[in-house]
């Protein structure tokens, strides 16, 4: 299958465009433009056509109405999709109705087939979308190349296969069994009080397990909303710094910006005092050091008396104790501190206020004068040490102002805020999860005894044997059909990671870095690294990335049955340098086979990936705008 | 015996209004003693003419007084320290030498850089002593 025309009309941005994609040797399409010139839009418009939906992929939230803005108010928006198949052409037509503006009822799909020259207008107009892409596996095929880390977070991939294996029959074919299950216990009631008591506890007890199970079903699904809102919200706020986070910041920046300004201003102060406080005896600090001199020089000369402590002799002599020591005084002691006791009386008053008065206090002078100079330096080291922190915090202060009203946004703040609640939401929802997997597993555990014991009083009783063994019966065919489920699965998910695995060694640039890719049960991918064994996907560039999902892609394209083309809005754009190049030879390679829809800016379409695609045959359009940016135009190169 | 410390009182307004002896609310005490210290060093003793009461001498400690004595003998006989009238006497025409200096000081510079100033002339000093 594959996508020969789009044919859009009022559109969003395209008022009337006609794109044809003519089959030449390689089956690939290059379209390329600028930003914001509507090349999400073709994508979306496809998708719209077909599912009647458009993923919400527009840059910076700004929508642009559905009736393209230049058309007339009673305008219909039709988007035409013209798809070639081994043996017919299928034309899938929507059309919204618009009137004065505002569009009445819901978009009309139609859907026209031709075979042998005959078209049919499709009485199942969604059936026939089905049959070329059925909508839940869609994002496999027509997908915006920056959106791929999509892929390596939780997604609904698993679902989509089921549905793809057709699970869904042996799933009809279970219910079917179990009902009949069900009349037999029912039937059986009739013939015995005990039977019919046992059966009325099996039933409250699994219509409980049923309510246990629809609550499950919710848990999973608003977590998976969650879970996808998030990372729908994680891809808006790529590169948005948290305004809220911000003005913490902010705030807890400010607090310290006024307390390291007061602490400054203290030391500021403490500085001052210690100056004013030893301005004096600085000042004074020679006189001082030469009077110390001088009172010294005299005592040692014996002009002056040694400074001694008349109290503490006196006391000495009278204790017959030394003061200092403690021992007991001798009679050469006695004699000497007497004698000194002696002089120091017979000495002038000058002589003693120089030693006992001025010398002891002029020291005391000079050592804080020594101080001061320590306690100086250790002020000035703090406030050096605080006018660094202060710098440095009035820096950060700067940085965040500047980030703070680049992105003071109401509109950005809402999504943190949204975020910040689905988080607290989805961490109670888990937990809730957990008790209702509990409950459930309990429930499950009483029905199994109760299931025995009401088989042991069916097998018991004559009347209700029969209907016993009958529902035995039900029971091994609902193991096998359960086992045949999951066997299902299993091959299924085998065939996928095999094909991933086949496509991604063939494609890739770097044959000895990965081992294998390990598809797991929920189908998340696994990039196995050959030294280390361990999942290397956090550390694979943004190529190997893309080159994984593409493979994978592939792989999910070829169990599908739906030989279906593939679409890829920006898909160089998270690459870079030297693997533009080697992904477009990949593209080119995938397009023997498939028909490959480009859709590349300016910036991916780089002179190595235009040499890749030089071939004159491949068809390579430009998408433009107006200039009043109302209204764009796809023109072929 | 004199109880009280005096200054030249025309000087009173500026013990009010000098930023650096004001600056961190220094009481009449140490104004005195930083005014004192700064006539010693730019070597400014001025006669008292007419006096006006700054502090009482009582609040004064025995460290300072000793301080006072060491400006004293600077000047005169050792003898002169047991005559404290003539000790203070000699502290208050410093302080009044002082103070003029000072005074000139905060003319010469602005606002914000007087502290600046008189820390530079403390490091000036602590300098030509070598004890840092």
Redesign the interface.
């Known amino acids: 299958m594959r996508i020969e025309k789009i044919k859009i009309e009022n559109f969003r941005l395209y008022k009337n465009v006609e794109v044809n994609f003519p089959k030449s040797e390689n089956d690939i399409h290059i379209l390329i433009g600028d930003n914001g010139v509507g090349k999400t839009t073709l994508l979306n418009a496809i998708i719209w056509c077909l599912y009647g939906d458009e993923p919400q992929t527009y840059s910076n939230d700004v929508l642009l109405p559905r009736l393209n803005t230049s058309a007339g108010s009673d305008s219909d928006v039709v988007v035409e999709l013209h798809v070639k198949t081994n043996d017919s052409r299928i034309v899938y037509k929507r059309t919204q109705i618009f009137k004065n503006g505002t569009s009445r009822g819901d978009a009309i799909l139609e859907t026209f087939v031709t075979t042998d020259g005959q078209t049919e207008r499709a009485s199942d107009p969604e059936w026939e979308v089905t049959k070329f892409v059925p909508g839940p596996i869609s994002d496999f095929y027509f997908f915006d190349g920056e959106r791929l880390d999509n892929y390596f977070k939780s997604s609904n991939i698993e679902h989509e296969i089921f549905i793809l294996s057709h699970i869904d029959l042996l799933e009809d074919m279970e219910d079917r069994l179990k009902t009949k299950y069900k009349d037999y216990n029912t039937s059986a009631t009739k013939f015995s009080t005990e039977i019919e008591e046992l059966e009325r506890e099996l039933e409250k007890k699994e219509k409980d397990l049923e309510e246990k199970n629809e609550e499950k079903e919710n848990f999973e699904r608003q977590i998976q909303i969650a879970k996808t809102r998030i990372n729908k919200l994680d891809e808006d706020l790529r590169g948005v710094p948290n305004i809220k986070m911000l003005e913490s910041t902010r705030n807890s920046l400010k607090t310290s910006k006024d307390k390291y300004e007061k602490m400054i201003s203290k030391k500021n102060t403490e500085l001052n005092e210690l100056l004013i406080k030893n301005a004096p005896q600085i000042f004074l600090y020679s006189l001082i050091d030469d009077i110390i001199k001088d009172i010294e020089r005299k005592i040692k000369n014996n002009e002056l008396p040694t400074p001694i402590d008349e109290k503490e002799l006196e006391k000495s002599l009278k204790m017959n104790l030394c003061r200092i020591c403690g021992r007991k005084l001798n009679n050469e002691s006695v004699e000497f501190i007497k004698k000194s006791l002696e002089e120091y009386n017979i000495s002038s008053e000058e002589s003693k206020i120089l030693t006992r008065e001025m010398l002891p206090d002029l020291k005391v002078f000079q050592n804080n004068v020594k101080n001061y100079i320590m306690l100086k330096n250790n002020i000035k080291k703090d406030f050096k040490d605080f006018k660094m922190d202060l710098e440095r915090i009035n820096e950060e202060y700067a940085e965040n102002e500047e980030k703070y009203k680049k992105y003071d946004d109401e509109n950005i703040k809402l999504k943190y805020e949204e975020r910040k609640e689905l988080e607290d939401s989805l961490e109670q929802d888990n937990q809730d999860f957990g008790e209702n997997k509990r409950a459930i597993k309990s429930l499950m555990k009483k029905i199994k005894n109760k299931k025995e014991e009401l088989d042991k009083a069916m097998e018991g009783n004559k009347k209700t044997k029969i209907f016993n063994r009958k529902k035995n019966l039900c029971t091994d065919a609902l193991n096998v059909i359960s086992e045949t489920k999951k066997s299902i699965m299993e091959d299924t998910r085998l065939m996928v990671e095999k094909d991933t695995n086949t496509n991604f060694f063939n494609l890739t640039w770097k044959k000895h870095t990965f081992s294998k890719i390990s598809v797991n049960k929920d189908y998340s991918l696994e990039l196995i690294h050959k030294k280390t064994g361990k999942n290397a996907i956090h550390s694979a560039s943004a190529a190997e990335k893309e080159l994984l999902v593409l493979s994978f892609t592939l792989g999910i394209h070829k169990i599908s049955g739906f030989d279906s083309p593939l679409l890829i809005d920006t898909p160089l754009a998270r690459v870079s340098g030297k693997h533009r190049e080697n992904f477009s030879e990949i593209f080119l390679k995938v397009s023997n086979n498939k028909q490959i829809i480009l859709i590349l800016t300016p910036d991916e379409y780089s002179d190595d990936v235009k040499e890749v695609f030089a071939d004159e045959t491949i068809q390579k359009s430009i998408i433009g705008i107006n200039l009043d940016e109302t209204e764009s135009e796809i023109k072929k190169v | 015996m004199a109880d009280r410390i005096y200054i030249e009182e025309e000087t009173l307004k500026f013990y009010d209004n000098s930023k650096?002896?004001n600056?961190?609310g220094?009481k009449r005490k140490?104004q005195f003693?930083?005014a004192?210290?700064?006539g010693?060093?730019g070597d400014t003793s001025i006669e008292l003419k007419k006096r006006k009461e700054l502090f009482l001498i009582k609040d004064l400690e025995?460290?300072e007084?000793?301080?006072f004595?060491?400006?004293a003998?600077?000047n005169e006989d050792?003898?002169i320290?047991?005559d404290l009238d003539e000790v203070f006497s000699i502290a208050q025409k410093y302080a009044n030498g002082g103070i003029k200096l000072i005074e000139r000081l905060e003319r010469k510079c602005s606002y914000e850089e007087h502290?600046k100033e008189?820390?530079k002339k403390?490091q000036q000093?602590?300098s030509s002593?070598n004890?840092?």
């Open positions: 650096i002896l600056i961190v220094s140490e003693l930083v004192m210290a700064y010693y060093m025995p460290l007084i000793s301080l004595r060491s400006l003998i600077k050792v003898h320290i047991s502290m008189f820390e403390i000093h602590i002593l004890i840092d």
